[in-house]
């Protein structure tokens, strides 16, 4: 039956729109004719803001809303422009996305494949992914700052943490540990300094992992979690984590496994109330913006991770097996962001 995917496009700054055509590009060519792909850009970002004052507005969040799934390049224009100041364009932008299509799921996952070189581990070694919380902790905004620029300004940034946040992607985890190979989750966080919030998620994480028999738990201290990323990551499988300390981990993964031009994610909405939203871990790189320097592989494995949410499974598997062939072919040699495209583009037709 012919069917149309509804896809919302927001490549946003720097190299993000040099990623997400590539991305484009790629999901174009591996759907079968019978499917239809809509595509419907928006304009936001930094420079979309400088230009017309406009970061997200109500109305442009409520069009977003009707789309079945967002692609997102990355945005973040220059950090020394006083107008981007405030995280204006982090926060009001892909924060405000994240927080109001309820993307609780932050999923990165982390993989080393054949032929791409890790400073430390092997082939195999890195195989894991993190499910990071999304909508809570130290990102909600909760915080504030008195006297500010006297030295006794003081500034607050408060960790919010519910059960009901914590349980809904603690529960996310275990049914991915559970459906992995090795069924085997790992809780990070700092439970012997942050005793409140670390307190509530110990406690979730025990009282759910009673009903996941077969999944084995244990619990590393953030700190110690960043040892063993390089010093042994084979040891995780399924890693569950609030979202700074998700966030920070997610780069460190993606550098031990060939660097974070690789480094896909899916902000997902697991309930389906709401668009999930893919994107490269990275960020808009305005070192290298415009030059064709940049990686385009997150972006394209996030689009993977698109349609595995939508229920394409055989085409998801057709991009990651393409990513697979060229990054095994792919040698020393500099190419650029739209070579790599049409590399893998040409990589889905071998098979
Ligand atoms: N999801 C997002 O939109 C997102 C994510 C992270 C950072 N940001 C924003 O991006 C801007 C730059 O942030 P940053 O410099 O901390 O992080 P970044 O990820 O943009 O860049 C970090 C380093 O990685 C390199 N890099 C990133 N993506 C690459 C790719 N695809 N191929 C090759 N090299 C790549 C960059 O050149 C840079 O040296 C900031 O405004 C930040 O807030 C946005
Ligand atoms: C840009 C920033 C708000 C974002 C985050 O911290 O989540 C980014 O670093 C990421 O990893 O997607
Ligand atoms: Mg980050």
Redesign the pocket.
């Known amino acids: 039956m012919p069917r149309t995917i509804d896809l919302a496009v927001i490549p946003g700054d720097g190299i993000g729109p040099e990623v997400t055509a590539e991305a484009l590009k790629v999901l174009r060519a591996v759907l079968p004719a019978d499917i239809e792909l809509v595509e419907t850009q928006y304009p936001f970002g930094a420079t979309h803001y400088l230009e017309s004052g406009e970061v997200l507005s109500d109305e442009s969040l409520a069009r977003l809303k009707q789309h079945e799934a967002i692609l997102f390049g990355a ?2 224009g220059d950090p020394r422009d006083p107008r981007l100041a405030g ?1 204006i364009i ?2 009001g932008l ?2 405000k996305l ?1 927080f109001a299509l309820d993307h609780y799921v ?1 999923l990165r996952p982390a993989t080393l494949f054949p032929g791409i070189s890790s400073p430390l581990a092997a082939p195999g070694d890195v195989d894991f992914v993190v499910v990071r919380e999304g909508t809570e902790g130290p ?1 909600v905004g909760n915080g504030g700052a008195m006297r500010i620029g006297t030295r006794h300004e003081v500034a607050n940034e408060t960790s919010v943490n519910t059960a009901f946040g914590v349980e809904r992607v603690v529960r996310f985890a275990f049914e991915t540990a559970q459906s992995r190979a090795r069924k085997r989750l790992t809780f990070v966080h700092k439970t012997n300094v942050l005793v409140h919030a670390g307190g509530l998620w110990q406690r979730i994480v025990d009282r759910v992992a009673t009903e996941y028999p077969e999944v084995a738990v244990d619990y590393l201290h953030v700190d110690a979690a960043t040892i063993f990323m390089v010093t042994e990551p084979s040891r995780f499988d399924t890693i569950v984590t609030d ?2 300390f998700g ?1 920070i981990l ?2 460190l993964a993606g550098a031990i496994s060939g660097g974070i031009g690789l480094a896909a ?1 899916g902000n997902i909405n697991p309930d389906r109330e709401f668009p999930s939203m893919f ?1 490269p ?1 990275h ?1 808009s790189a305005p070192d290298i913006a415009g030059k064709q320097l940049a990686d385009p592989t997150a972006a394209i494995l996030s689009a993977a991770l698109l349609l595995q949410h939508l229920g394409l499974a055989d085409e998801a598997a057709k991009i990651n097996g393409a990513v697979a062939r060229d990054l095994a072919g792919r040698g020393e040699a500099r190419r650029g962001t739209s070579e790599t495209g049409d590399a893998i583009v040409a990589a889905i037709g071998e098979h």
């Open positions: 945005v973040g995280g982090e926060r892909l924060l994240r932050n990102y979202n700074l966030d997610t780069d994610s994107e871990v960020g």
